[in-house]
């Protein structure tokens, strides 16, 4: 069984920096992004930055988030980590870690937040002005 298990949700005051993890086990299929999803009150679910799990230099970006946010992950530890620089308001959601299997199907164009196959439980997110 797959399971996502995030952390390191909190309160931040604008400009400042969280750091959120996501623990993940349960799955041995190669072929598959993982990341980071935002869904903020009365919005849509986002996708914010993934990763291929066959080369650790492809990543997906939102615009919103480029220059500010960082994913990584240490594959020891089946951890997968976004470092949130420069926080803004605007950045204020609940944050999910995702995992999409069977990334090559999607061919050249990164997958959806609707087509996410297993979800964390998400974590909260808050920027103060």
């Known amino acids: 069984e797959v399971q996502l298990v995030e952390s390191g949700g909190g309160l931040v005051q604008a400009g400042g920096s969280l750091t959120l993890s996501c623990a993940a086990s349960?799955?041995?299929?190669?072929?598959?992004?993982i990341g980071w999803f935002r869904q903020a009150p009365g919005k849509a679910r986002e996708g914010v930055a993934y990763?291929?799990?066959?080369?650790?230099?492809?990543?997906y970006y939102d615009d919103s988030v480029k220059g500010r946010f960082t994913i990584s992950t240490d594959n020891a530890k089946n951890t997968i980590y976004l470092q949130m620089n420069s926080l803004k308001p605007e950045d204020t959601a609940v944050y999910y870690c995702?995992?999409?299997?069977?990334?090559?199907?999607?061919?050249?164009?990164?997958?959806?937040?609707?087509?996410?196959?297993?979800w964390g439980q998400g974590t909260q997110v808050t920027v103060s002005s």
């Open positions: 995702g995992l999409i299997w069977g990334l090559s199907l999607y061919g050249s164009r990164w997958p959806e937040a609707n087509e996410v196959d297993y």
């Open positions: 349960g799955f041995t299929f190669d072929d598959y992004a």
């Open positions: 990763i291929n799990s066959s080369s650790d230099d492809n990543i």
